[in-house]
């Protein structure tokens, strides 16, 4: 699967392959592809209120947003640390 072309306007906030640098950020590997496209949606149409994402997204196109919620979905889970 090719990484899609508007990926690095994620990837600065929630990383080329899902894994969030930054503390708030959420991950995106691995989440549903139902759920992703869906919330892209609604960051898009401000249903769901994040001026950041809605200004990040409100450009990208139907057929974009689901690539980017494809890839996403398709990148494995980061393991979550043993306590």
């Known amino acids: ?19 969030a640098s930054q503390p708030g ?16 949606k609604q960051y898009r ?7 950041l994402m809605r200004a990040a997204i409100g450009p990208v196109s139907d057929v974009e947003l689901d690539a980017l919620a494809r890839w996403y979905s398709a990148q494995p889970p980061q393991a979550v640390p043993s306590r």
């Open 1 to 19: 699967m090719q990484p899609p072309s508007r990926l690095g306007l994620c990837a600065a906030c929630h990383g080329a392959n899902g894994y």
């Open 25 to 40: 950020v959420p991950n995106l590997a691995g989440q549903h592809l139902d759920y992703l496209r869906s919330a892209l």
């Open 45 to 51: 149409d401000g249903s769901r209120n994040v001026a």
